[in-house]
């Protein structure tokens, strides 16, 4: 089994190659979606995280506005919310791995894959990258994003030219879908993966 870690910054594509990847039917565990669950209505994480930031959870589901403007910019705060979620996502993509254990590859869409230092786990890294302009224009196009919102989220993540110069391999997303889908084909069938497209 090949693990292949899927990261990038934000606003540079990485659900639209993830969901790539899925049509050309490697499983793909999102880590994103895995603590929005977590932090949803009855989730496993919300008790832990009303009791280190009270009142961030409404419902018994956290509310991500508020726990977003509690540790954004604030390193300790932000550390302490990692301290919670990480742990929780690592199991979650173990039980994933056994889960798809018959598989030739797995895809691991990972965020914060460098910030982590969570490289090692993984066989290959893919990051995707586009434009500044492009990735600035997508991302403010997002509900409840401001562009202070977005360079505060920009300041705690890896530069992307870092990601780029640690990947295995770089995937352009400024351009159509269609140039996106071969990039990531040839990937694929460099790793000796059929596409089945």
Same mark, same amino acid.
């Given at each position: 089994m090949i693990k292949i870690a899927?990261?990038?910054?934000?606003?540079?594509? @990485?659900? !639209?190659?993830?969901?790539?990847?899925?049509?050309?039917? /490697?499983?793909?565990?999102?880590?994103?979606?895995?603590?929005?669950?977590?932090?949803?209505?009855?989730?496993?994480? =919300?008790?832990?995280?009303?009791? $280190? &930031?009270?009142?961030?959870?409404?419902?018994?589901?956290?509310?991500?506005?508020?726990?977003?403007?509690?540790?954004?910019?604030?390193?300790?705060?932000?550390?302490? *919310?990692?301290?919670?979620?990480?742990?929780?996502?690592? #199991? $979650?993509?173990?039980?994933?791995?056994? #889960?798809?254990?018959?598989?030739?590859? +797995? +895809? &691991?869409?990972?965020?914060? *894959?460098?910030e982590t230092n969570g490289q090692?786990? &993984?066989? @290959? =890294?893919?990051?995707?990258?586009?434009?500044?302009?492009?990735?600035?224009? $997508?991302v403010l196009t997002r509900a409840?994003? !401001?562009?202070?919102?977005?360079?505060?989220?920009?300041?705690?993540?890896?530069?992307?030219?870092? @990601?780029?110069?640690?990947?295995? &391999?770089? /995937?352009?997303?400024?351009?159509?879908? @269609?140039?996106?889908? !071969?990039?990531? #084909?040839?990937? *694929?069938?460099?790793?000796?993966?059929?596409?089945?497209?």
């Amino acid at each position: 089994m090949i693990k292949i870690a899927l990261t990038g910054s934000i606003g540079m594509g @990485k659900s !639209t190659v993830a969901a790539m990847a899925a049509e050309a039917a /490697i499983p793909v565990f999102d880590a994103d979606a895995e603590v929005r669950a977590m932090q949803g209505f009855g989730g496993s994480l =919300v008790e832990a995280i009303e009791a $280190r &930031f009270p009142g961030t959870t409404i419902g018994g589901a956290v509310d991500r506005d508020l726990l977003s403007a509690r540790v954004l910019g604030d390193r300790d705060q932000l550390a302490a *919310l990692e301290m919670i979620v990480h742990p929780a996502v690592v #199991d $979650r993509r173990a039980r994933f791995i056994e #889960d798809h254990r018959a598989a030739p590859a +797995l +895809l &691991f869409d990972i965020p914060l *894959l460098f910030e982590t230092n969570g490289q090692a786990a &993984f066989d @290959k =890294v893919i990051v995707v990258s586009a434009p500044p302009a492009v990735q600035r224009a $997508r991302v403010l196009t997002r509900a409840g994003m !401001t562009p202070a919102k977005f360079d505060q989220i920009l300041r705690r993540q890896t530069a992307d030219a870092i @990601k780029r110069e640690r990947a295995d &391999f770089v /995937i352009d997303t400024g351009g159509s879908l @269609k140039q996106t889908r !071969t990039q990531l #084909d040839k990937i *694929l069938a460099c790793l000796g993966l059929a596409t089945g497209r």
